[in-house]
């Protein structure tokens, strides 16, 4: 059984960091969450070596959803544990500029672009009691950038 837990601090030394995630705000406070055919995650994804977690971020949103950010910050992290151990690192930042939707060139897929207020993303992405925790800390952190 794999076991989820959101912490507010730095990634422990020694743990891997697998996927890097981003609560990217627009001007009016909605929140970029990506369509996949009815599946619904935060833009990121796994970081490719020697890639910071903000490296890691600006590449995975240029793939897949065709945005740039500002403002970029650490949120923290979730810990998930079960078969094995790692680190989902959330970053929360600003959006800067939208680019016209593309296909990403990994996945060969367009991922639908969704501007949702805060409040209801916890309901697509079907986080649980984590997800509402990472959702009012991001939202509290955008509200201080």
């Known amino acids: ?8 601090s730095d990634v422990p030394e020694g743990l891997e960091i697998r996927q890097v995630y981003g ?7 909605r929140i970029l969450i990506l369509d996949d055919d009815g599946i619904f995650n935060l ?9 910071s977690t903000v490296q890691t971020l600006i590449r995975e949103i ?3 959803v065709q945005v740039s950010i500002k403002t970029i910050n650490f949120l923290g ?4 544990t079960g078969i094995e151990e790692f680190a989902q690192v959330r970053l929360v930042c600003q959006l800067d ?9 990994i996945t060969g897929r367009t991922y639908v672009r969704l501007w949702i207020p805060p409040t209801q993303a916890n ?3 079907g986080w649980g009691d984590s997800g509402e925790r990472q959702i009012a800390s991001a939202i509290e ?3 201080q950038s």
Do not use: C
């Open 1 to 8: 059984m794999t076991n989820y837990k959101w912490f507010e």
């Open 23 to 29: 609560f990217i705000f627009d001007h009016g406070g």
């Open 43 to 51: 833009p990121g994804g796994r970081p490719e070596y020697g890639e």
């Open 62 to 64: 240029k793939e897949e």
């Open 77 to 80: 992290y979730q810990l998930v």
């Open 97 to 105: 500029e939208i680019f016209p939707s593309k296909a990403d060139p």
């Open 123 to 125: 309901t697509l992405l």
């Open 141 to 143: 952190a955008a509200s």
